[in-house]
């Protein structure tokens, strides 16, 4: 895994960033205050962990567990195997969390963690006659609040125009199981973006992606979606 290095001092300042003031919030819209809010909570329970306090663990477990293992369970499809895989990269986490430099989010090099673990998995799985044992929207998990890793813009705003979104329930079930018959590639980018709603900068953070090559990819994967869907829009 890249950044395995000790992290360096200068990394261990950033990670002790203060927590901002109202009026510096104030300035502000509220999505980036949240954003603010949560990178300087997240830095502080690092810091906390790196000195051994195992309840920091516990609490970004908690903030965490339930969007990676969304992530997990719509690039896998199997429960069981989510389940596994997220715990997997908190395992991974503790471990590692001394390379963490502090120099970018904590949330994104979570999901650096995941993504590379469900990748490894996938090729783990590939050719051993594995199957998504259930659909995901009959599984609870997938449609949590965004907070919780469940969807934060719909997939049919992306996919279908407005006839198609009086569909409902329905086209929403078929938009999973054709998400889950993309190659592998297209559908970790619509997860990341159309489904958990990460934004782009982030996206590029975690997948290594340059942004041009991140947006032309991002709307090849929206084109197949949209073309598999055709069948189901009639």
Aim: net charge positive; with cysteine.
């Amino acid at each position: 895994m890249s950044g395995s290095a000790e992290a360096s001092p200068k990394g261990q300042e950033r990670a002790e960033e203060v927590e901002p003031s109202q009026s510096a919030l104030a300035k502000l819209d509220p999505a980036a205050a949240e954003r603010k809010r949560a990178d300087v909570r997240d830095r502080r329970l690092v810091r906390k962990l790196r000195q051994g306090d195992e309840r920091a663990f516990e609490e970004l477990v908690g903030l965490y567990q339930n969007r990676i293992y969304g992530l997990m369970l719509r690039m896998i499809g199997n429960p069981e195997e989510a389940e596994d895989l997220a715990q997997e990269v908190f395992i991974t986490v503790h471990r590692a969390i001394n390379t963490y430099r502090g120099e970018g989010r904590f949330y994104t090099w979570l999901y650096r963690i995941a993504t590379n673990t469900c990748k490894n998995r996938i090729k783990y799985l590939r050719g051993r006659n594995f199957h998504r044992s259930v659909p995901v929207e009959d599984t609870p998990e997938a449609h949590g609040s965004a907070a919780e890793g469940g969807p934060v813009v719909t997939l049919q705003s992306q996919v279908a125009g407005p006839e198609a979104m009086t569909e409902g329930t329905r086209l929403e079930s078929a938009i999973q199981r054709e998400l889950a018959n993309l190659d592998e590639e297209h559908r970790l980018l619509i997860v990341l973006r159309d489904v958990q709603g990460m934004s782009y900068q982030d996206i590029l953070k975690v997948t290594g992606l340059q942004e041009g090559t991140l947006k032309s990819r991002l709307h090849r994967a929206r084109i197949a979606l949209r073309d598999r869907l055709k069948a189901h829009m009639k």
